[in-house]
């Protein structure tokens, strides 16, 4: 069993930026593959990026791809999110997934753990 655990979400300005980690509890964190997905209220959980067990391989939703970065620190069992160039359309709860996946990153349905999301909020 693994357990996630986000932080760092909260209120920013269009065009801020916000960092998010994701802690787990998993004493073999470097086999899952991570992932962040977000959903806004009444819309679909979606795919936001996602990064490989050994953090050699990112993948980024198309709306996020050069504003958003995943990374991950294996020693102390952590993947982060930095948002930057944040905007209104960003506004969503964030989601931390681990999943003994080697493909489909995009799909939620692949990851075996999820923790239980942080709020993020962009004004304009």
């Known amino acids: 069993q693994v357990q996630l655990v986000e932080s760092g979400g909260g209120l920013v300005q269009a065009g801020g930026s916000l960092g998010l980690s994701c802690a787990a509890s998993a004493r073999t964190f470097s086999i899952y593959t991570m992932g962040w997905f977000r959903q806004a209220p009444g819309k679909e959980r979606e795919f936001v990026a996602a990064?490989?067990?050994?953090?050699?391989?990112?993948y980024y939703a198309d709306s996020v791809k050069g504003r958003f970065t995943i990374s991950r620190d294996n020693p102390k069992n952590t993947v982060y999110l930095q948002m930057d160039s944040l905007n209104p359309e960003d506004t969503a709860v964030y989601y931390c997934?681990?999943?003994?996946?080697?493909?489909?990153?995009?799909?939620?349905?692949?990851?075996?753990?999820w923790g239980q999301g942080t709020q993020v909020t962009v004004s304009s």
């Open positions: 990064i490989s067990r050994s953090g050699g391989s990112t």
């Open positions: 997934a681990a999943g003994l996946i080697l493909r489909d990153f995009t799909v939620s349905g692949r990851y075996n753990y």
